[in-house]
């Protein structure tokens, strides 16, 4: 199969809108690979706070992102042969990794390592720029939202179920200040692409998104 033949379902939206868990059970149950395409930003944020990088140097930060020694075993994923699967979900590498996701040099050092996810027998791929600019003839284009709310008591449960003390207004601004660097940002801002289906999942289980997809996706057959 030619790569341009392999299928991509791009999936995009917010941050703690639940595209991760949709889009990682859309891509088992349809036996397709899996690009978290935040998590090579949060790598790229990590490997500079650990390198006490220069966090203004916009070529240095490039320079880390094109080579990131990084490697997905299964749900694990490392960082010169560390498990830094729980380390790069922190806040404080989200917040970072917004900020240098706004780096165009940044985002062109990233864009052939997410191209080279696209393997038979297909791709769901789950980021912000997914569909509008790294997969724009994607076979199916999601956009998945959900109301600031919805996506912060999400985050809230999620943090109190792993122990991690949490706070409701902190939270929310939190979201609000990276919804608004993410949407407003000059390059590859999150915008639904050109044919995007919009999914609402404010008031929607995980399972229901899953299957509204697989709807769709099997509609494009
Ligand atoms: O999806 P996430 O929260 O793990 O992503 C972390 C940050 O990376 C997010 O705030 C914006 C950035 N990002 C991006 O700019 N483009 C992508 N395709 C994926 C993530």
Do not use: C
Not at 21 to 46: E, P
């Amino acid at each position: 199969m030619t790569t341009s033949a392999i299928p991509v379902i791009a999936i995009d939206g917010p941050t703690a809108s639940g595209k991760g868990t949709v889009a990682h059970k859309v891509a088992d149950r349809l036996g397709f690979h899996y690009l978290d395409s935040g998590a090579l930003y949060r790598l790229t944020a990590l490997s500079a706070l650990r390198r006490g990088a220069d966090l203004a140097d916009e070529h240095a930060l490039a320079k880390l992102a094109e080579h990131l020694p990084v490697q997905f075993a299964g749900a694990e994923i490392l960082l010169a042969h560390e498990n830094v699967s729980h380390a790069i979900r922190a806040e404080e590498v989200g917040n970072l990794a917004s900020k240098i996701a706004a780096l165009p040099a940044v985002r062109q050092a990233l864009f052939a390592l997410q191209l080279s996810f696209r393997k038979a027998p297909g791709l769901v791929a789950d980021g912000r720029d997914m569909g509008t600019v790294i997969f724009p003839h994607a076979k199916l284009k999601v956009f998945l939202t959900a109301s600031t709310e919805a996506r912060a008591q999400r985050r809230y449960k999620q943090l109190i179920e792993k122990g991690i003390s949490a706070n409701m207004e902190d939270l929310l601004s939190d979201l609000q200040a990276r919804d608004d660097r993410d949407t407003h940002r000059a390059i590859a801002p999150l915008v639904p692409a050109a044919g995007a289906h919009i999914l609402d999942t404010s008031h929607m289980t995980a399972d229901q998104a899953i299957e509204e997809v697989l709807a769709w996706y099997a509609l494009t057959k």
